[in-house]
């Protein structure tokens, strides 16, 4: 996974692009597994960016989806996908392949736009700015 994105002065980071290239071995079923990478990179984006549970105390804050942020249709970026099939192997499936992935790809988007390595979840405007500070 490879992101392309901007950081601007408030910390608010835009995902421009996201490049997936997945080998699972032979594709059985082009489309699906194209609609499994990248519903993937969407949820870890938002998990990566937004999600996160608040709490006062022993309370938890977030109760509904207007305390509980996720990643808008109109922040996902633009996302391009390459599969490679190996039609003489087993299909091995790509589920959750790239969750993880897509949380470091932003990390070092991040890191490579402003040269501050975050390392703590979600990378949330507050959060870079905390962290922009420490440095």
Not at 8 to 31: C, M, S, T
Not at 50 to 72: A, C, H, N, Q, R
């Amino acid at each position: 996974v490879m992101i392309e994105l901007d950081v601007d002065d408030f910390g608010n980071v835009k995902l421009l692009k996201a490049f997936i290239v997945a080998d699972a071995g032979q594709v059985i079923d082009k489309e699906g597994l194209k609609s499994q990478l990248e519903g993937g990179l969407i949820q870890s984006a938002s998990w990566t960016l937004k999600e996160e549970v608040k709490f006062e105390g022993e309370e938890i804050l977030s109760k509904d989806w207007d305390s509980y942020p996720i990643i808008k249709f109109s922040e996902i970026p633009k996302i391009e996908t390459q599969l490679i099939d190996r039609p003489n192997l087993s299909p091995i499936g790509a589920g959750e392949a790239t969750q993880g992935p897509t949380a470091a790809a932003i990390g070092n988007a991040i890191f490579n736009a402003i040269g501050i390595r975050l390392k703590k979840i979600p990378f949330t405007p507050e959060n870079l700015r905390h962290e922009v500070e420490k440095a």
